[in-house]
């Protein structure tokens, strides 16, 4: 190790921004896996005895990760809000201090969210189409007609900082009313500040015009938005996704779609990622699919780096993370 450097913290991705790495080396020797997409062996052979770890991928974070990396391994934080690809319970059962990156990407996913939203409800992807095509028929009165978004209802399934996000860039939109379904309530100065009223999951499909998901996924919400709750959902609903692929059950969202069961979907989120060029999904009109790049925006993704950074160095430290994952 080099001469005053405390720790050694493997960084899993070599794009990683400085930011964070300028952090870490002002006391850590860094070790960077340089494959990209990230070649497991590499990572599992620069993890060997590191104190820290920055986990910038999705690559699975599990007991062979931790294994490879030995007992002395005390600190980590990945560079994502959602941690659907960690082991969370192996961490915990070997006590390590384990970060993520929420709140500095709640805007730039949220924008996104919103781009979505219209996208979708004014049939942004089918309009190209016809560009395309050479279907362009204006001259008709009720070409491409899409959902109003003002005085609409808008569902958050999952109402934590980025729905609440969503709902504050939403306001501007003049919308009529937010409902939400999460575990549990939030707190009464939110539900106030957006005139938010929480509701259970058959009411949310039913009187939602708009349904944004944004939850984590976990096994219980896995799969809920199925062809059950695709038929509960108005006819000209809009579905949007800016969470995970796997809390929509895709085929089923396909065929909901295809039937115009529901009118349209935003999805910036897919099962799997990366979702393949011949997917059914792709070859309609009404769905927006996006490849995941909720948070790509240049500063967050430095604010990202930035935090992680921090929750290493202060699991470290043996100090409370500044955004601790459990
Ligand atoms: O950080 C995450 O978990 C994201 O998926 C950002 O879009």
């Known amino acids: 190790m080099s001469a005053g450097k405390a720790f050694k913290v493997l960084v899993t991705h070599p794009e990683v921004p400085q930011e964070g790495i300028d952090l870490l080396k002002e006391n850590c020797e860094i070790i960077q896996v340089q494959s990209v997409p990230t070649n497991r062996a590499e990572l599992l052979e620069k993890i060997r005895g590191v104190d820290g770890v920055l986990w910038g991928g999705h690559q699975p974070l599990n007991a062979e990760a931790l294994d490879a990396a030995g007992p002395q391994l005390k600190s980590i934080s990945t560079m994502s809000a959602g941690i659907d690809y960690v082991d969370v319970p192996e961490v915990k059962r070997r006590k390590i201090p384990l970060g993520h990156t929420p709140t500095v990407l709640n805007t730039a996913v949220a924008d996104l969210a919103v781009g979505l939203l219209i996208a979708a409800s004014r049939r942004f992807h089918e309009g190209r189409k016809k560009i395309d ?159 995941h790049i909720g948070s790509a925006t240049k500063r967050t993704r430095a604010d990202m780096s930035t935090i992680a950074a921090h929750n290493v160095l202060r699991g470290l430290a043996g100090e409370p993370m500044l955004s601790p994952a459990y």
């Open 133 to 291: 095509n050479d279907q362009w028929e204006n001259y008709h009165l009720n070409w491409l007609l899409g959902q109003d978004i003002r005085d609409s209802t808008v569902g958050f399934y999952g109402f934590g900082g980025i729905g609440q996000a969503i709902a504050k860039r939403l306001s501007g939109f003049d919308i009529d009313k937010v409902l939400y379904t999460t575990r549990r309530r939030v707190h009464k100065e939110i539900e106030e500040e957006f005139n938010a009223k929480k509701v259970d999951f058959d009411t949310l499909l039913a009187e939602s015009d708009f349904i944004v998901i944004a939850s984590p996924l976990t096994k219980d919400t896995q799969g809920v938005f199925n062809a059950t709750a695709f038929n509960k959902m108005k006819q000209t609903a809009v579905l949007i996704n800016i969470a995970r692929g796997k809390i929509v059950n895709q085929d089923d969202l396909y065929e909901a779609l295809k039937s115009n069961r529901i009118f349209s979907a935003g999805l910036d989120v897919t099962d799997p990622e990366p979702l393949s060029p011949t997917d059914k999904l792709l070859t309609l009109d009404n769905a927006v699919v996006l490849p």
